[in-house]
């Protein structure tokens, strides 16, 4: 079982930057992919990006590209997500999942998932 932690999520107005962190406790996840996924207020969960468990590969949503940047540190149990140029469609909570037994794109697929973090961008 792994527990994951979101944090640093807050209020930002258009243009800025925040720096979202995943911390995992219980078994390391240092096995698993790591994606990060947003809801929106009345929209379905989306997937916003995906860093590999073995590589440094990585996959951006469309909407993400060049403005957002995953990483993960094995050795400290941590991921991240670096977002810049924030836009007010970015606003949502944002999640941390790990453990795809499926597509790394898919919520339905992830087994471990964090409480979730408010992201808000206004103008």
């Known amino acids: 079982q792994v527990q994951l932690v979101e944090s640093g999520g807050g209020l930002v107005q258009t243009g800025g930057s925040l720096r979202l962190s995943c911390a995992a406790s219980?078994?390391?996840?240092?096995?698993?992919?790591v994606a990060w996924f947003r809801q929106a207020p009345g929209r379905v969960r989306e997937f916003v990006a995906w860093?590999?468990?073995?590589?440094?590969?990585?996959a951006y949503a469309e909407s993400v590209k060049g403005r957002f940047l995953i990483a993960r540190n094995n050795a400290e149990n941590t991921a991240s997500l670096q977002m810049s140029s924030l836009r007010r469609d970015d606003t949502g909570v944002y999640y941390c999942?790990?453990?795809?037994?499926?597509?790394?794109?898919?919520?339905?697929?992830?087994?471990?998932w964090g409480q979730g973090t408010q992201v808000t961008v206004s103008s």
């Open positions: 999942a790990a453990y795809s037994t499926g597509r790394y794109n898919s919520a339905e697929d992830y087994r471990y």
């Open positions: 219980g078994r390391t996840f240092d096995s698993y992919s």
């Open positions: 860093i590999a468990w073995n590589s440094p590969a990585t």
